[in-house]
């Protein structure tokens, strides 16, 4: 076996077939027919739906998994012939990296090098430089188990690169990671590329990640729907895409979610209080007629979104969810604007700790309003203490005008909760587990079947009433999740990171429904990491070390995003200038 | 390695292959051991568990009879009978209470102060001479082993009072002859202490545990911590791994294995008859079964909780009930006696009761370590086989 020519490719991958067999004797065709090439230098992203194969995909060419059919050669080794040879030579880093919680930051590191037989001396130089990569510096004698998830998903990545790789396999690095470590995570991956000429082959859901790549795979259902760089990709969109305000009196989410169905409408989402519309080209204008669309330059998403909808109209499937409204479209905002939660100088301490230190915020009914921050901001904490699951050190805390200090069990009957973890029973069916919430929350007779029967067709999971928890494809467990959480019909709906690790395509469906239940007065919480879900929220609160740093209408926060380039700020931009705003030191202690 | 692929290290010379190998093995010991002593659940099973073993089978657990509360009712005292009566209070298997009627000693034994009445009735003296003197005995059967126990124990107290009687010459030998005097002599357990045989039994358990049960959670752990997968796919090679999941636990073991033979020593003063160095011997071929058969267990399942069933079924269960070292395999059903065969406590069970009991005895101790030494190195070679660096 020759060592890899230069200028061939990294990864040959020809016409590969692989498939899994469901408990339920399903058969699963993972990839079908795959084909493609990963060229020598730069970064390549295979991205898709859920399920499409991404993971299945990188497993196979770390040599975890073997193809039914097909040829796969990594770095001029034929895999299936000599994994080991390959894993000799490579960096992987699985999607949950494995790391040992019960050893240190350093134990875990020395684990990696002596695997890899890195020298004293190579570690001599390796470890300063990682270790100022990842910030984990001040942490080493930290165990793992007690890192936050953004350090745990930097740590995974030092411990792949305690050597130089030949050849980099990532699996949704940035998975549940803030966007802080996120761009730290990128700066550490374009670093490497950049200086060590280090190829990389990674999976994501986020598609601005995939953009900056040179080059794209895109997944589904086992396909390639495409591949090359991700211009080629934008390029199918390009001249179909439009920014367009709301009418007056109307927010972009209620106005980007009419547009959804309309055949004319490939994509809809909301942005920078306008709605960002890929259009179908030769369709009548349906709803968009009453628009004024003005043109915008395409992004790798748009031209995402429209491969897909070409691959679903192929399939003769209906992508989008059918026209079933969660809710009357009469209903409208409720014009009290009543405020339903409440809370003021809310203080938690866990010893010397403060988790959440006077945060106060008002959610009026109806309203979706977001709580944004880095891993350990306090969101999580301060939603235990909104559910009434943790009790506040001091403040105010009222629940639809009940203080949660008093009358927590009546505040608790208004309160849909759904945890970042999956919190369902896995060894329970669907319709199991709708029974048994609906039990909990004290449904009888007739009413129990009708508020089962509406989750069930609400959110469509009726074709999968049998199944198993555990064994629901990903966009299904967070719906089941839902489902069980509205059960008992309640006013105030608390999401924690709900769309954590999903697709695009699940997102955009997860936010349909958002609105429709804010359209039906329901008041919905959320936390999330991505920054563009921020858009379809009324209002954001940014929290770091428990503050609160800012407050006020998406609008209103990108405003402090302001760049020194002229380009327009994201929300992202907005995030991380807010919170790098928040951790400088002050000006006199610089001085100093 | 393998030797056609072109080395990335081929600057490290010749030897570079085995120095990362060893390199490798050493590694993941010393984490495999790190993570022994930061689990909780890991110093339970490996040391609190095996402590409080020997407590328990040491002192509390014993199936011999002693100190067993009587009463015997002396209707009418009299030189006989007080004879009778005497023999009970120098027993140590008897706690006696002497009382005058039986109305009393029945009250003790049912307010449970008493687990049996010896009844010597008024005419006990004149029946006595006339030579068909009877004692009635009536013992508590709630718990029907120690009931027999008791009868047997019982019986023999009277018959002694009967020697000592001859013996001291009251009355000529013919007035007991027609009697016959069972003798009985106990051989290896001349004590006969249930300890004895208890201790030994001990061992077998403890290095079970250790061996079997926490192997069988640590390759299941990794499965379900997801730690496997980032490991495979470095230059280690599954027999290293496999070969660090052996050596903490065979040491933990060993260790398992000297607390026991102490505490066997030192505390319950039980007799060890062969040679240490044979008994270590063994005892590495048995811990290196089980630790084998606690790896392919985890491998085969993934499963923290279903390994640990398993084995506890697979293993502990057997080593218990069907090694001998509590029910005599000799004189269990045909059908159980066959299935003994296949478990490997029970050849172990054997070299044990032997070396503690009767000495080095090689023609027992080479066809059972033999044995031993077959079913390790089955349980390895298929251990080795199970375990793949794939995930599918």
Known sequence: MAAVAAGAPVIVCRNLHKHFLRKTKENVQALDDVSFEVARGGLAALVGPDGGGKTTLIRLAAGLLTADAGELSVLGIDVKADPQAVQDRIGYMPQRFGLYDDLSVQENLDLYADMHGVSAADRRSKYPQLMEMTALGPFTRRLAGQLSGGMKQKLGLACTLVRSPELLLLDEPTVGVDPLSRRELWEIIRGLVRDQGVPVLLSTSYLDEAERCEQVVVLREGKVLAQGPPKDVTALAEGRTFMATPPRGETARVTQTGLLDDPAVIDASPEAGEVRIVRQPGQPDGALARLKLEPTPARFEDGFMVLLRRAAASDNQVQKAPAAPLVAKDVVIPADHEVVVEVRDLVRRFGAFVAVDKVSFEVRRGEIFGLLGPNGAGKTTTFRMLCGLLSATSGTLKIAGVDLRRGGASARQQIGYVAQKFSLYAQLTVAENLDFFASAYGLRGARRRERIDWAMAQFELGPVAGLLGGQLPGGYTQRLAMAAALLHEPQILFLDEATSGADPMARREFWRRITALSQAGVTVIVTTHFMTEAEYCDRIAIMDSGRVLAQGTPAEIRARGATKSDRQPTMEDAFIAVIEEARRPAPHEQAA | ?392
């Open chain 2, 1 to 392: 390695m393998t030797a056609t692929a072109p080395s990335p290290r081929g600057s490290q010379g010749r030897f570079a292959p085995l120095a990362a190998k060893a390199r490798r093995i050493w590694a993941l010991i010393r984490k495999e051991g790190r993570q022994v002593v930061r689990d909780p659940s890991s110093f339970a099973i490996g040391v609190v568990l095996p402590v409080m073993l020997i407590l328990l089978f040491g002192y509390g657990m014993s199936l011999d009879v002693k100190h067993v509360p009587i009463a015997v009712v002396l209707e009418v005292p009299s030189p006989d009978a007080s004879e009778i009566a005497a023999s009970f209070q120098l027993s140590p298997y008897f706690e006696t209470h002497i009382t005058p009627s039986m109305a009393e000693a029945q009250t003790l034994m049912l307010s449970g102060k008493v687990d049996g009445i010896v009844l010597l009735q008024s005419d006990f003296a004149r029946r006595a001479a006339q030579g068909d003197a009877s004692v009635q005995l009536v013992v508590n059967g709630i718990d029907g082993n120690t009931a027999r126990i008791i009868e047997a124990y019982a019986g023999a107290a009277i018959a002694q009072s009967g020697v000592r009687v001859a013996a001291e010459g009251q009355g000529d030998g013919a007035a007991v002859g027609g009697q016959a005097v069972v003798e009985n002599q106990l051989w290896f357990n001349s004590a006969y202490d249930s300890r004895y045989f208890l201790v030994p039994g001990l061992i077998v358990l403890i290095i079970t545990l250790i061996g079997a049960f926490m192997t069988s959670m640590v390759v299941a752990r990794e499965w379900e911590r997801g730690t496997f997968e980032a490991l495979f796919v470095t230059p280690v090679r599954t027999d290293e791994i496999l070969i660090s999941k052996i050596v903490p636990y065979f040491l933990l073991g060993m260790v398992g294995l000297l607390l026991c033979m102490a505490s066997a020593r030192f505390l319950f003063g039980v007799p060890f008859r062969g040679s240490f160095l044979t008994l270590t011997a063994v005892s590495m071929l048995y811990l290196l079964v089980s630790v084998a058969t606690g790896l392919l267990i985890s491998s085969t399942l993934k499963s923290q909780f279903l390994a640990s069933q398993v084995t506890l079924v697979a293993t502990f269960m057997p080593a218990m009930m069907l090694s001998g070292f509590i029910y005599d395999l000799r004189s269990v059903p045909l059908a159980i006696r066959l299935v003994s065969y296949l478990v490997p406590a029970r050849y172990y069970v054997s070299l044990l009761q032997t070396m503690f009991l009767a000495g080095d005895v090689w023609s027992v101790i080479l066809p059972n370590a033999a044995i031993l030494a077959v079913v390790a190195a089955v349980m390895l070679a298929l251990t080795r086989r199970v375990t793949r660096k794939s995930l599918g």
